[in-house]
């Protein structure tokens, strides 16, 4: 289930075809530094926060109903570099993370996918932080160049 959800959240945010490598570089959540909160499979308007600490991760995490619905988080510490959880708690859909590094080509998603809504947090809390602790938070597999 999780590489199903990882496919529609490729989907949703353009990105990974080798067709569109540079795509994501007018894409306005993956090239612009911030939170982007994309509530309702993207039905509903994208709410962007410039701001980047734990309580506006935090924030934004809780800002929307992970019981109903399928909702994306996304934060970007600089344009290409980003880490996104999302999905719903819904069991139909699961939850998922997925890291991006665009300047190393870089992809990869969680092998097992987080439970909870803390999970998620925890995995973008440790990503603000310096170097690769959000590794040790959850597992990821790569794909492309690293």
């Known amino acids: 289930m999780n590489r199903l959800l990882l ?9 990974c075809a080798a067709a569109q490598k540079h795509a994501w570089e007018t894409d ?5 530094v911030g939170i982007h909160v994309i509530p309702n499979f ?6 962007y926060s410039p701001i980047i600490t734990e309580d506006s991760v935090r924030s934004a995490l809780r800002s929307v109903d992970w ?5 994306q988080v996304v934060v970007v510490l600089s344009p290409g570099t980003s880490m996104e959880v999302g999905g719903s708690l819904d069991p139909r859909h699961g939850l998922a993370a997925v890291y ?5 080509m870089a992809e990869a998603v969680t092998k097992q996918a987080p439970e909870t809504v803390d999970d998620m947090e925890a995995i973008l809390v440790a990503f603000l932080k310096p170097g690769d602790g959000w590794m040790r938070v959850q597992e990821f ?3 492309g160049r690293r």
């Open 7 to 15: 496919s529609v959240l490729i989907l949703l945010l353009p990105a």
């Open 28 to 32: 306005p959540v993956e090239s612009k």
């Open 42 to 47: 993207g039905d509903d308007p994208t709410v």
């Open 67 to 71: 019981d109903s619905g399928f909702h």
């Open 100 to 104: 991006r590094n665009r300047s190393e």
């Open 141 to 143: 597999e790569f794909s």
